[in-house]
Nanobody, 125 residues
Framework: QVQLVESGGGLVQAGGSLRLSCAASGRIFSSYTMGWFRQAPGKEREFVAAIRWSDGSTYYADSVKGRFTISRDNAKNTVNLQMNSLKPEDTAVYYC??????????????????WGQGTQVTVSS
């Protein structure tokens, strides 16, 4: 069983940066993929980024490519999401998730077995 706890959300002006962290209790195995998703009010939850624990391969939604960077810290069992050049449309609750079988495609929400509670990111214009 894996428990995920997100931190780092907050309020930032457009063009600013935030760094989200996801701490996993319980061991993250090399077979896992860790992902970030987000959900804006009135919208469906959508894929943001993912990282394959075994080799560090990364995947991004087109809307965040070049602005967001996902990374992992094996020793600390954490996954980070560095968000730069933030836009008002990035406003959402951001969720960390884990796929215990590293299935493809990485953007498929239903593949993720474990979810955090979410952290709010608000970008003001």
């Amino acid at each position: 069983q894996v428990q995920l706890v997100e931190s780092g959300g907050g309020l930032v002006q457009a063009g600013g940066s935030l760094r989200l962290s996801c701490a996993a209790s319980g061991r993250i195995f090399s077979s896992y993929t860790m992902g970030w998703f987000r959900q804006a009010p009135g919208k469906e939850r959508e894929f943001v980024a993912a990282i394959r624990w075994s080799d560090g391969s990364t995947y991004y939604a087109d809307s965040v490519k070049g602005r967001f960077t996902i990374s992992r810290d094996n020793a600390k069992n954490t996954v980070n999401l560095q968000m730069n050049s933030l836009k008002p449309e990035d406003t959402a609750v951001y969720y960390c998730a884990a796929d215990s079988m590293a299935r493809r495609p990485q953007f498929k929400l239903s593949f993720y077995d474990y979810w955090g509670q979410g952290t709010q990111v608000t970008v003001s214009s």
